[in-house]
């Protein structure tokens, strides 16, 4: 990946998304803990956030040459054109309203176009309670912001979740030392911190499937 590019995901650039864009495939696989996710349709709503957006194409990209995207009101929908050089589709919600992608994927067995009505709305949690131990994260779920602080009183302590109507969520340990390690967990289980990681996070991966999309917040474990 060019020094651009990652200038670009400058806001986003934590060590977990550093070591996941290496590749576009390991982007692919991680992209759940670097932007939200919105699977294609004809028709998709987002909430307006400064995480990126990765439009999800499922197998409609698959073995593309070269993809080319264009918005027709980039004061709503900004598409970043440095990611389509790995063949993502990435875009940033500067405000409120609505915006047609034209999207044109190149095969060898051809080129074919999608449009993609995305409507930007305004943002609102989908938390309903968040808590590391006795440390509760709720309030601050409401504001946008996707990276949360803690530093640990302990070094085990229990992670409860909570979502409100129409949202479920995918928890993760992920930690950093030579290399890089992740834990599924659930509500209600306990989290051992790594004392040595270089860098260590709790990331909750909120979706729902009536909208085809996702929110993501992040806590970082401090030390």
């Known amino acids: 990946m060019t020094t651009t590019v990652k200038r670009t995901f400058a806001v986003i650039v934590m060590v977990i998304v550093a070591m996941a864009m290496l590749l576009p495939a390991q982007a692919k696989e991680a992209r759940a803990d670097d932007f939200n996710d919105a699977k294609y349709k004809k028709k998709v709503t987002v909430y307006k ?7 999800n194409m499922g197998s409609r990209d698959n073995g593309a040459k070269k993809i080319t995207v264009t918005s027709s009101k980039s004061s709503v929908v900004k598409v970043n054109k440095y990611a389509l050089a790995d063949k993502m589709i990435i875009f940033d919600t500067k405000s409120k309203g609505k915006a047609t992608l034209t999207i044109k994927i190149r095969k060898k067995s051809g080129t074919k176009t999608y449009k993609c009505r995305v409507k930007v709305v305004g943002y609102s949690t989908p938390v309903k309670s968040l808590k590391l131990a006795k440390h509760s994260f709720t309030k601050k779920c409401k504001k ?17 979740v909570k979502c409100k109507r129409g949202w479920k969520v995918k928890i993760k340990h992920i930690w950093f030392t030579a290399n890089s390690h992740s834990k599924s967990l659930k509500s209600g289980s306990k989290v051992t911190y790594r004392k040595n990681a270089e860098f260590e996070c709790i990331t909750y991966v909120f979706y729902n499937k009536s909208r085809n999309y996702t929110i993501i917040k992040q806590v970082n474990i401090n030390r």
């Open 49 to 55: 956030d400064y995480v990126p957006v990765w439009l």
């Open 144 to 160: 946008k912001n996707k990276y949360l602080n803690y530093t640990p009183k302990h070094k085990t302590e229990k992670v409860t």
